[in-house]
T-cell receptor, first 114, second 110 residues
Framework: DAGVIQSPRHEVTEMGQEVTLRCKPISGHDYLFWYRQTMMRGLELLIYFNNNVPIDDSGMPEDRFSAKMPNASFSTLKIQPSEPRDSAVYFC????????????FGDGTRLSIL | KQEVTQIPAALSVPEGENLVLNCSFTDSAIYNLQWFRQDPGKGLTSLLLIQSSQREQTSGRLNASLDKSSGRSTLYIAASQPGDSATYLCAVGTGNQFYFGTGTSLTVIP
């Protein structure tokens, strides 16, 4: 079975550029989560969706960050404009019924903003 | 807000030793608790999920326990192997989402 698929795996770009991260959840999962992981802050929940609808975006750090889920099989996390402090590993995860079932993570996107 | 703590942050043990990883949380009103493993450069892999009505779950050499009233969970690894070296994270589930601890980095020395 295909797991959660994220692209790109690595992204290096210059400050001020727009960055778009992509995620394909596991088919049939109704929850999708975006996380950010850094050494200093660990794993932080940015936003999560239920049935393609954003439920809680309180973890999104600034208005520069936005996320969409146009359909059940695709989500994007966009940063515009990007800043060096946005450098981190961004993970997408999906699950069935929120936390009632195990979350399945993608391998992440390692983002470096120069 | 739920706060999840894992101590120690790092642990190094010789191969074959049994070990316990600890996880504590501040709000006992949880739905479940999940233990993950993370290898370098990889995403998280779910190991065990314990519902709030359960006291423990077992999978192979792994056993996870949950004591909601005291806000604690432990992950017991029997007969550790070098392949167990990874970072282990616990996450407390509140129905819709999980709150994560900062993890314990485990090194098993051959």
């Amino acid at each position: 079975d295909a797991g959660v698929i994220q692209s790109p795996r690595h992204e290096v770009t210059e400050m001020g550029q727009e960055v778009t991260l992509r995620c394909k959840p596991i088919s049939g999962h109704d929850y999708l989560f975006w996380y950010r992981q850094t050494m200093m802050r660990g794993l932080e929940l940015l936003i999560y969706f239920n049935n393609n609808v954003p439920i809680d975006d309180s973890g999104m750090p600034e208005d520069r960050f936005s996320a969409k889920m146009p359909n059940a099989s695709f989500s994007t996390l966009k940063i515009q404009p990007s800043e060096p402090r946005d450098s981190a590993v961004y993970f997408c995860a999906s699950s069935l019924r929120g936390s009632w079932k195990p979350q399945h993570f993608g391998d992440g996107t390692r983002l470096s903003i120069l | 807000k739920q706060e999840v703590t894992q101590i120690p942050a790092a642990l190094s043990v010789p191969e074959g030793e049994n070990l316990v990883l600890n996880c504590s949380f501040t709000d006992s009103a949880i739905y479940n608790l999940q233990w993950f493993r993370q290898d370098p450069g990889k995403g998280l892999t779910s190991l065990l999920l314990i519902q709030s009505s359960q006291r423990e779950q077992t999978s192979g050499r792994l056993n996870a326990s949950l004591d909601k009233s005291s806000g604690r969970s432990t992950l017991y690894i029997a007969a550790s192997q070098p392949g167990d070296s990874a970072t282990y994270l616990c996450a407390v589930g509140t129905g819709n989402q999980f709150y994560f601890g900062t993890g314990t980095s485990l090194t098993v020395i051959p």
